[in-house]
């Protein structure tokens, strides 16, 4: 997601082509375009006390929207709300760990907020969540957009401040293993909520596994920084550089020396050779390995290793386009290769028309894949993503070429609610064309509303957590949400 240039970011982004170190191409060992593979996904089989949905799999069918069914209820298949914490709403990305959920933040809630900062939510009673703290330090308050991320090994939180698609400026890293309910700020100045400047991107950010570099890109320019966070009392910038013409999410292997950097033009995924970073070499350099990219999907959003048997993988989602999620066999790094796609129905090209008709007044954001996660990096059982309007999607991927849909959460829409969800993204960006259709064809009537946006759906765009027979998640507009498997679908035996 953008947020538009300014003059500040057109400068910080000359100082960092100034400073940076450049991503090495003298190791470019192949540049593939992806083939076609199978996309469908088999729907869930929904069990007793279920609502399913009233449409394809995954729609929310103008109908709904229009009689108000879609603002009653959830859709849900195996899968049911335990409790919920609405308050402002969230941006874009949350994050979760131990009994807490931390909501995102966007700049311009901050001023009319009631509590402005990442508000922390404590779920030691998931049927009961308790609002227990909020973050204020100059990166938590000036908008974390994808940049709000937890590292599980040190119990670590962190953010960048949102620039306006390149400039972050502040870093902030709290101890979350302590007492997760009330965060502290490690890298604070003098024991105040403040920190000390740091420009590097701000539009997304993320963990090495080992929590001792936090990698944070920007969405122009193909910009990245790594911070050494070994001491989060002082971080500081060991690599500022590029990656291309553009990049935006990423993952990053477990060992932490390869990188796998989301590109939003063409949609794909590049390998790098991230091992000078993660060994603190002088003058260090990303070392390019691979390309692959499709033309099916827009704006990839992010990569997420793991092993079956052995054998390495990466679930990557697209953001836009309606690509939905691949799963990329990486086992010859070279030449990785797409074994399966995984489209809910909505997705299919056939409905694009429908597509257009449901959210045309809901945002930029329509039936799209945004984040997602896994239950395991090894031998992983299920999958879980934000989709966006279609809400939280789960899957069994026991066999990474056979992925099979087993429980979907598709929460109310907030209609009428817009100018009490002052943190949300989706309640306060007026509204545009809806990109999502544009990419798939629909450019001779595409839809155009000026005013804001209906929020017939939400938007689900946080990576879900699986918490023993729970999966825990952040929404937009309902907020963070703790939610119980039914009927046996998990976990999968």
């Avoid at 908008?143 to 400039?167: D, Q």
């Avoid at 989602?317 to 129905?345: H, M, N």
Wanted: charged content about 15%; glycine content about 10%; proline content about 8%.
């Amino acid at each position: 997601m953008s947020q538009g240039w300014s003059r500040t970011s057109l400068r910080l982004l000359g100082a960092l082509a100034a400073v940076a170190l450049l991503v090495s191409s003298s190791e470019v060992l192949t540049a593939a375009a992806d083939g076609p593979v199978d996309t469908t996904v088999p729907r869930a089989e929904c069990g007793p006390g279920s609502a399913p949905e009233t449409g394809l799999q995954g729609q929310v069918p103008l109908a709904d929207r229009q009689s108000g069914r879609s603002s009653q209820a959830p859709y849900q298949c195996n899968l049911e709300l335990l409790g919920q914490f609405q308050g402002q709403g969230q941006a874009t990305v949350g994050a979760s760990y131990g009994h807490c959920q931390y909501l995102g933040t966007i700049v311009t809630g901050s001023p009319r907020a009631e509590r402005p900062g990442v508000n922390v939510v404590d779920f030691s009673d998931p049927a009961q969540p308790e609002l227990t703290d909020s973050l204020v330090s100059p990166a938590t308050v000036g908008g974390t957009w994808e940049t709000l991320k937890v590292n599980e090994e040190r119990g670590l939180l962190a953010a960048v401040s949102t620039g306006i698609l390149t400039g972050g400026v502040f870093f902030s890293v709290y101890d979350v293993k302590t007492d997760c309910a009330h965060p502290r700020l490690l890298n604070s100045v003098a024991g105040t909520q403040l920190t000390l400047p740091m420009p590097t991107p701000g539009h997304e950010g993320g963990w090495a596994p080992d929590g001792r570099t936090y990698y944070a890109t920007g969405a122009v320019g193909g910009t990245i920084a790594a911070i050494d966070v070994a001491d989060p009392a002082s971080p500081s910038v060991v690599f500022v550089g590029t990656t291309g013409l553009s990049n935006h999410g990423f993952g990053v292997s477990a060992d932490g020396n390869r990188l796998y950097v989301a590109s939003a033009l063409p949609a794909g995924i590049t390998t790098f050779d991230a091992s000078d970073v993660q060994r603190r070499k002088p003058f260090p350099l990303l070392r390019r390995i691979s390309d692959i990219s499709w033309q099916d999907g827009l704006i990839t959003q992010h990569a997420i290793p793991f092993t079956d048997g052995g054998r390495p993988y990466l679930v990557v989602a697209d953001e836009f386009g309606s690509g939905g999620v691949r799963i990329i066999d990486i086992s010859d790094e070279r030449a990785p290769k797409t074994v399966r796609q995984l489209k809910l129905e909505i997705n299919r090209p056939e409905n694009t028309a429908l597509r257009a008709e449901d959210t045309a007044r809901n945002g930029i954001f329509g039936y799209e894949a945004h984040y997602c996660t896994i239950d395991r990096p090894a031998d992983p059982t299920a999958l879980a993503c934000g989709w966006v309007q279609s809400g939280i999607r789960v899957f069994d991927i026991r066999e990474p070429d056979r992925p099979r849909e087993i429980a979907y959460f598709n929460p109310p829409g907030q209609v009428g609610q817009n100018a009490r969800l002052v943190n949300s993204a989706h309640a306060t960006v007026p509204v545009g064309a809806t990109v999502s259709d544009i990419s798939n064809g629909n450019v001779g009537n595409p839809p155009l509303n000026l005013g804001p946006t209906d929020l017939t759906a939400d938007w689900c765009m946080s990576p879900p957590r699986f918490v023993g027979e729970q999966l825990w998640v952040s929404c937009d507009d309902n907020g963070a949400l703790a939610l119980q498997f039914t009927n046996d679908a998990y976990p999968l035996r």
